[in-house]
């Protein structure tokens, strides 16, 4: 069989279907808050994630907040409540 073509994402529609829906817009919404918080706490975050450890992005805890590479960050899967399966975050 002779490999298939990759297709083209579709923005508009994952925006749609997913990332424009109000929860979402909320944990992106605390996502930046959380990078921003640590950037002025003097923390360098550049070219870095801002992980939570518990997984949930609404969590801006200081104690709950690291920098990591977004290879660390994004490597362990996430259970259907939020929650991140790493036994070391």
Known sequence: MAPRAPTKRNYKKEYANYQGKPAQKVNRAKRNAAR????????????KDVAHRNGNPRDNRPKNL???SASQNRSYARTRNA????PYA
């Open 36 to 47: 921003n918080s640590l950037k002025k706490a003097g923390v360098q975050v550049a070219g």
């Open 66 to 68: 690291a920098v990591k």
């Open 83 to 86: 929650r991140k399966r790493n």
